[in-house]
């Protein structure tokens, strides 16, 4: 028979295994939720590659150099901004709910700053490339016709201020945010309107109006100022003229990469995997393959209906309508709530389409409607669509009533127009500066001749490879543009 000494020691022994497991299990769900924010983070930013390939799909091949070089110098320029001062107005110490003040170049993030914990580097490293996706949208909607340097100075404005601005309001200790807006003495949220647990706060699971309605009407803005490209509307009927038939192979790319990055955006936006988070994922990976689908074929029949054929390129964009209107409610919605969110993206997409046109805005890739417009979209589908006990499953900190008795779509609409305020008044008035102190636009001959040739010496006899010459049609397309011939193919010289 065990001795009372024995027993202690057996239980002493058996108290220290459970605590060593403890710690094992609790380390190893902790390397889980870094490794699933580092796997999606790398997702995000393959996106990079995606907006790369559409856009190189859209452009004129004699500015495929310039629209490439924009998304590498994108990422760049916001990894360093967003490491300096982005992250730190994002996710600091919030100043009145209106901007971070703390983190400066991620100092306090350091070997062992966790305390066995996460140490935080994961976390910048997912954040940077949503920032870095949001100054991508840009590139797309001020192609073909606007200086380097202009760029590069609007897309560290946008990432070191403008945009962790708002990601502060939504995601940090802002004023609009469901985790730290005005929080009481014991640190609880005091989310807009009731500023109490009855309240929820702005719900963007992953970034509908923060990411995308962000970068759309930046791009809105920038094609405004920046004016259409040379010939693009008719003087006298103000039709839109096709420039470029543009190439679909690099265009359908592009959206698939888009597509399959999505997942890292979304599903990421969990932000661990651990602790039942992988569940939450899998019903976001569902609604976000829903929406994209029910856009696509939605824009498609569309296309059929009023273009009078299958337009793949507008089938392409109601993908994206479809993925952006998700994004924000894809976590608090059902697959069949997608599936309508989606159809409705893909709506918007083909009327911001054609307003676009009526009002002789140039966006060459249609990243104002498809980012700013469907990202409003995706922000008011929360209020449409949510249900409270979907809100409580993703994990939002009140238990409560707001989408059952329509708070929610009230707090969501406010949120669209602030942030759209914002930015539209932000990027307007950077894109002025810019145009006033700079120049914004190239010279119409170097417009004409091309911004690989002009701001990359890439001086050609032949178009790329991959790119088609253009026909006679394609060139003059009864306006007499000209095409320089360093880009037409060369005629077949006489023999002596």
Same mark, same amino acid.
């Given at each position: 028979?065990?001795?009372?000494?024995?027993?202690?020691?057996?239980?002493?022994?058996?108290?220290?295994?459970?605590?060593?497991?403890?710690?094992?299990?609790?380390?190893?769900?902790?390397?889980?939720?870094?490794?699933?924010?580092?796997?999606?983070?790398?997702?995000?930013?393959?996106?990079?590659?995606?907006?790369?390939?559409l856009?190189?799909?859209?452009?004129?091949?004699?500015?495929?150099?310039?629209?490439?070089?924009?998304?590498?110098?994108?990422?760049?320029?916001?990894?360093?901004?967003?490491?300096?001062?982005?992250y730190?107005?994002?996710?600091?110490?919030?100043?009145?709910?209106?901007?971070?003040?703390?983190?400066?170049?991620?100092?306090?993030?350091?070997?062992?700053?966790?305390?066995?914990?996460?140490?935080?580097?994961?976390?910048?490293?997912?954040?940077?490339?949503?920032? #870095?996706a949001?100054?991508?949208?840009?590139?797309?909607?001020?192609?073909?016709?606007?200086?380097?340097?202009?760029?590069?100075?609007?897309?560290?404005?946008?990432t070191?201020?403008?945009?962790?601005?708002?990601?502060?309001?939504?995601?940090?200790?802002?004023?609009?945010?469901?985790? #730290?807006?005005?929080?009481?003495?014991?640190?609880?949220?005091?989310?807009?309107?009731?500023?109490?647990?009855?309240?929820?706060?702005?719900?963007?699971?992953?970034?509908?109006?923060?990411?995308?309605?962000?970068?759309?009407?930046?791009?809105?803005?920038?094609?405004?100022?920046?004016g259409?490209?040379?010939?693009?509307?008719?003087?006298?009927?103000?039709?839109?003229?096709?420039?470029?038939? #543009?190439?679909?192979?690099?265009?359908?790319?592009?959206?698939?990469?888009?597509?399959?990055?999505?997942?890292?955006?979304?599903?990421?936006?969990?932000?661990?995997?651990?602790?039942?988070?992988?569940?939450?994922?899998?019903?976001?990976?569902?609604?976000?393959?829903?929406?994209?689908?029910?856009?696509?074929?939605?824009?498609?029949?569309?296309?059929?209906?009023?273009?009078?054929?299958?337009?793949?390129?507008?089938?392409l964009?109601?993908?994206?309508?479809?993925?952006?209107?998700?994004?924000?409610?894809?976590?608090?919605?059902?697959p069949?709530?997608?599936?309508?969110?989606?159809? #409705?993206?893909?709506?918007?997409?083909?009327?911001?389409?054609?307003?676009?046109?009526?009002?002789?805005?140039?966006d060459?890739?249609?990243?104002?409607?498809?980012?700013?417009?469907?990202?409003?979209w995706?922000?008011?589908?929360?209020?449409?669509?949510?249900?409270?006990?979907?809100?409580?499953?993703?994990?939002?900190?009140n238990?409560?009533?707001?989408?059952?008795?329509?708070?929610?779509?009230?707090?969501?609409?406010?949120?669209?127009?602030?942030?759209?305020?914002?930015t539209?008044?932000?990027?307007?008035?950077?894109?002025?500066?810019?145009?006033?102190?700079?120049?914004?636009?190239?010279?119409?001959?170097?417009?004409?001749?091309g911004?690989?040739?002009?701001?990359?010496?890439?001086?050609?006899?032949?178009?790329?490879?991959?790119?088609?010459?253009?026909?006679?049609?394609?060139?003059?397309?009864?306006?007499?543009?000209?095409?320089?011939?360093?880009?037409?193919?060369?005629?077949?010289?006489?023999?002596?």
């Amino acid at each position: 028979m065990a001795t009372v000494e024995q027993l202690d020691a057996l239980e002493a022994s058996l108290t220290a295994q459970i605590n060593a497991l403890t710690t094992t299990i609790s380390g190893n769900s902790r390397d889980m939720d870094i490794a699933w924010l580092i796997l999606c983070g790398a997702l995000v930013f393959f996106m990079q590659a995606g907006f790369a390939m559409l856009e190189a799909g859209i452009v004129h091949p004699k500015n495929v150099t310039n629209i490439l070089f924009k998304n590498i110098m994108d990422a760049s320029i916001a990894a360093i901004c967003f490491w300096l001062l982005g992250y730190a107005f994002a996710y600091g110490k919030t100043r009145g709910g209106f901007i971070g003040d703390s983190n400066y170049a991620i100092e306090d993030y350091h070997n062992g700053s966790g305390d066995g914990g996460s140490d935080g580097w994961e976390q910048w490293f997912f954040q940077w490339a949503f920032a #870095g996706a949001a100054a991508t949208i840009v590139a797309g909607a001020v192609c073909e016709r606007t200086k380097l340097i202009a760029y590069f100075i609007y897309a560290a404005m946008l990432t070191t201020f403008i945009y962790p601005i708002v990601v502060h309001w939504g995601w940090g200790s802002g004023w609009l945010s469901a985790w #730290g807006a005005n929080p009481d003495s014991d640190g609880n949220p005091r989310p807009i309107f009731q500023y109490d647990g009855d309240s929820n706060g702005m719900i963007d699971f992953a970034g509908s109006g923060i990411v995308h309605m962000v970068g759309g009407f930046s791009g809105l803005m920038g094609a405004i100022i920046v004016g259409p490209r040379l010939g693009r509307f008719d003087p006298g009927t103000g039709r839109p003229v096709e420039l470029w038939h #543009g190439n679909t192979t690099l265009q359908s790319l592009g959206v698939l990469i888009l597509w399959f990055g999505w997942y890292g955006f979304n599903c990421g936006s969990t932000l661990a995997i651990s602790g039942g988070s992988a569940i939450l994922a899998g019903k976001v990976a569902v609604n976000t393959t829903i929406s994209a689908a029910a856009g696509c074929i939605t824009a498609t029949v569309l296309s059929a209906l009023f273009e009078g054929h299958f337009d793949l390129t507008l089938g392409l964009n109601g993908v994206l309508a479809g993925l952006v209107g998700i994004t924000a409610p894809c976590a608090v919605v059902n697959p069949w709530m997608a599936f309508l969110i989606g159809f #409705g993206a893909a709506i918007i997409l083909y009327l911001g389409h054609h307003l676009l046109f009526v009002l002789r805005i140039d966006d060459p890739c249609d990243a104002s409607v498809v980012h700013g417009f469907c990202g409003m979209w995706g922000l008011w589908c929360v209020g449409i669509f949510c249900t409270d006990k979907n809100v409580q499953y993703a994990g939002y900190p009140n238990v409560n009533d707001a989408c059952g008795r329509g708070e929610q779509f009230a707090v969501q609409v406010v949120s669209s127009l602030v942030i759209a305020a914002w930015t539209v008044a932000t990027a307007g008035l950077v894109f002025v500066l810019i145009n006033i102190v700079v120049g914004m636009r190239v010279s119409p001959s170097v417009e004409e001749i091309g911004l690989d040739a002009s701001e990359h010496g890439a001086f050609v006899d032949e178009p790329p490879a991959g790119f088609l010459s253009p026909s006679p049609d394609d060139v003059n397309h009864g306006q007499q543009q000209q095409v320089p011939n360093s880009y037409v193919q060369p005629a077949v010289p006489p023999q002596s």
